[in-house]
């Protein structure tokens, strides 16, 4: 889910090419539930192999990630570790939500509702362990850089943002600011023309730069304060507060500056720990990590992977991994052209 806070948060729409040369840390579980979420079939099925296997996931992460190479954009990504105990209540809401979902695809399917079996089944996406593996294979063959973040790949982005060794986050949730992400990008993974729900128009989304500085200056407001207004409206930590969203939590922050205030003059009983949730988002885990080093990419376990493994056509894989190799080797090129002047 993430916290709500596009209401008050601004971004800048970028393109693509804005990206060239840039290393960008991927929000690698927010991602694959997107590639899971939209590569369906129109009735909502996903893509399988011949065995029934899942492939959208991979599907996804090959094609759209060659794009990205393509345009010169360094892509990492960083898969999320143990959750925290407290986000136990958030992932059984998001599985019963899933199961409910997958019901009402069912259902929209055998009464012939093809918009709606859609629909529903893009909620009813689930990653599993296999799909993980998988993942990460497919990532490593195709000289992406793979991470395993102690707890929330968020976190673990956002301090690579920080560090500098990254020059921003990758993800469609705003909890990456949370943990003091100084860029995050929106959108990276599914910029292009996107379907009109009940509809057969299209719209044309485009990356977003958001910047954590620029966003609480013009708001007025500190990280932890920032922080304090995403417990108000609810986070994968805590339910929000009911009656409190976005544009109220941050008039109420400004008026009286933390959640202790807030909870005092308006009679708030809070039923969560919320102590211990800031110190989620304002002290999370981290780890030492290296300066990122890009391998050359390995056609054929990509090959093996996608077309031996999961019956893709041979063809169209082959065009792409030269395609692939060609970004690599240009985008390499071009760096160590600009690190040297």
């Given at each position: 889910m993430g916290t709500q806070l596009g209401d008050i948060i601004e971004s800048e729409v970028i393109s693509l090419t804005d990206l060239n040369?840039?290393?960008?840390?991927?929000?690698?579980?927010?991602?694959?539930?997107?590639?899971?979420?939209?590569?369906r079939q129109p009735d909502g099925t996903p893509l399988k192999d011949r065995s029934g296997r899942l492939t959208s996931h991979l599907s996804g992460l090959?094609?759209?990630?060659?794009?990205?190479?393509e345009h010169g954009i360094r892509l990492v990504y960083v898969f999320d570790g143990e959750p925290h105990e407290l986000k136990s209540k958030e992932i059984e809401r998001r599985r019963k939500k899933r199961e409910d979902a997958r019901a009402k695809?069912?259902?929209?399917?055998?009464?012939?509702r093809?918009?709606?079996a859609r629909r529903a089944a893009q909620?009813?996406?689930k990653l599993t362990d296999e799909i993980i593996q998988e993942s990460k294979e497919l990532l490593t063959a195709m000289g992406i850089p793979v991470i395993q973040a102690p707890s929330e790949g968020e976190a673990l982005a956002a301090q690579m943002a920080k560090e500098g060794i990254v020059w921003a986050s990758a993800s469609q949730d705003f909890d990456s600011l949370l943990y003091d992400c100084p860029r995050m990008v929106r959108n990276l993974s599914i910029t292009g023309r996107r379907r009109v729900a009940r509809s057969r128009s299209y719209k044309t989304i485009h990356p977003e730069l958001i910047e954590l500085t620029t966003n609480l200056k013009?708001?007025?407001?500190?990280?932890?304060?920032?922080?304090?207004?995403?417990?108000l409206i609810g986070t994968d930590y805590n339910a929000r507060i009911k009656g409190i969203g976005p544009k109220t939590a941050l008039k109420l922050m400004k008026q009286y500056g933390s959640i202790e205030k807030i909870v005092v003059e308006k009679g708030i009983v809070l039923d969560f720990p919320y102590n211990e949730i800031r110190k989620i988002f304002l002290e999370p885990p981290t780890i030492e990590i290296d300066p990122i080093k890009w391998p050359e990419p390995q056609p054929d376990t990509i090959f093996d992977i996608l077309c031996t493994q999961h019956d893709f056509g041979e063809e169209r894989v082959n065009r792409a991994t030269q395609r692939l190799l060609d970004a690599f080797d240009k985008s390499m090129y071009q760096s160590s052209l600009s690190e040297f002047f």
């Amino acid at each position: 889910m993430g916290t709500q806070l596009g209401d008050i948060i601004e971004s800048e729409v970028i393109s693509l090419t804005d990206l060239n040369n840039k290393s960008i840390a991927i929000d690698a579980f927010n991602t694959l539930y997107q590639f899971l979420a939209i590569i369906r079939q129109p009735d909502g099925t996903p893509l399988k192999d011949r065995s029934g296997r899942l492939t959208s996931h991979l599907s996804g992460l090959f094609y759209r990630n060659t794009n990205l190479i393509e345009h010169g954009i360094r892509l990492v990504y960083v898969f999320d570790g143990e959750p925290h105990e407290l986000k136990s209540k958030e992932i059984e809401r998001r599985r019963k939500k899933r199961e409910d979902a997958r019901a009402k695809w069912e259902l929209a399917l055998e009464e012939g509702r093809i918009e709606d079996a859609r629909r529903a089944a893009q909620a009813s996406s689930k990653l599993t362990d296999e799909i993980i593996q998988e993942s990460k294979e497919l990532l490593t063959a195709m000289g992406i850089p793979v991470i395993q973040a102690p707890s929330e790949g968020e976190a673990l982005a956002a301090q690579m943002a920080k560090e500098g060794i990254v020059w921003a986050s990758a993800s469609q949730d705003f909890d990456s600011l949370l943990y003091d992400c100084p860029r995050m990008v929106r959108n990276l993974s599914i910029t292009g023309r996107r379907r009109v729900a009940r509809s057969r128009s299209y719209k044309t989304i485009h990356p977003e730069l958001i910047e954590l500085t620029t966003n609480l200056k013009r708001l007025g407001l500190t990280r932890e304060q920032l922080v304090d207004i995403a417990i108000l409206i609810g986070t994968d930590y805590n339910a929000r507060i009911k009656g409190i969203g976005p544009k109220t939590a941050l008039k109420l922050m400004k008026q009286y500056g933390s959640i202790e205030k807030i909870v005092v003059e308006k009679g708030i009983v809070l039923d969560f720990p919320y102590n211990e949730i800031r110190k989620i988002f304002l002290e999370p885990p981290t780890i030492e990590i290296d300066p990122i080093k890009w391998p050359e990419p390995q056609p054929d376990t990509i090959f093996d992977i996608l077309c031996t493994q999961h019956d893709f056509g041979e063809e169209r894989v082959n065009r792409a991994t030269q395609r692939l190799l060609d970004a690599f080797d240009k985008s390499m090129y071009q760096s160590s052209l600009s690190e040297f002047f």
